[in-house]
């Protein structure tokens, strides 16, 4: 798995990012949401997430999270939630 293309499938890829994409994907609801924006590296360390993933989801970094095995459709959940402090 030398590089992965956004939006193009990639079994290693999915296998890699698979904590990280459930993560995200549990985003769709409200209540996750705000628990999330309260406290992202402590939302993240439920499901296991490594440090370099939790600094990457904190950073909104997508090219970081793309190379982690992250999917651009899991990973779009993270623009439903506004980072603390942000207007």
């Given amino acids: 798995m030398d590089r992965v293309e956004p939006g193009k499938f990639n079994l290693g890829a999915a296998l890699k990012g698979y904590a990280l ?4 994907h549990t985003l ?3 209540e996750n949401r705000a628990a999330f924006a309260a406290d992202e590296a402590g939302y993240c360390a439920r499901f296991g997430l ?3 993933e939790v600094e990457a989801v904190v950073a909104r970094d997508k090219p970081r999270l793309f190379a982690l095995g992250g999917n651009m459709y899991f990973l779009a959940k993270l623009d439903r939630v506004k980072k603390a402090g942000a207007n």
Avoid: D, F, I, T
Avoid at 21 to 24: A, E
């Fill in 28 to 30: 769709n609801r409200a």
């Fill in 21 to 24: 994409n459930k993560m995200c």
């Fill in 50 to 52: 490594s440090q370099e």
